[in-house]
Nanobody, 122 residues
């Protein structure tokens, strides 16, 4: 059974930093990439970042490029999202997910974590 557990969310002032972690247990052989998505109140879930397990190829949403960094530790089956220069508009529940391809589309991701709240105060 695949289980993804996020941690590291919290309350931070604008301009601050947080690092999210996503620990994956029971990673399926079909898992090619790990993605981070977020959902703010009243908004649809949106793509944030993605990384492949094998080569570490990364991709970012334009809104976070240059501020967020995704990385992975294959030995620990863990993916990280380092978030710097946080803005109030980054406030959302952040979810990690495992998918069968390198994609910005949530439909390609079949296992999701429970989410962790990130709140950025102005």
């Amino acid at each position: 059974q695949v289980q993804l557990v996020e941690s590291g969310g919290g309350l931070v002032q604008a301009g601050g930093s947080l690092r999210l972690s996503c620990a994956a247990s029971g990673r399926p052989s079909s898992s090619y990439a790990m993605g981070w998505f977020r959902q703010a109140p009243g908004k649809e879930r949106e793509f944030v970042a993605v990384i492949t397990w094998s080569s570490g190829t990364t991709g970012y949403a334009d809104s976070v490029k240059g501020r967020f960094t995704i990385s992975r530790d294959n030995a620990k089956n863990t993916v990280y999202l380092q978030m710097n220069s946080l803005k109030p508009e980054d406030t959302a529940v952040y979810y990690c997910a495992t998918g069968s391809r390198f994609s910005t589309t949530s439909g390609w991701y079949n296992y999701w974590g429970q989410g962790t709240q990130v709140t950025v105060s102005s």
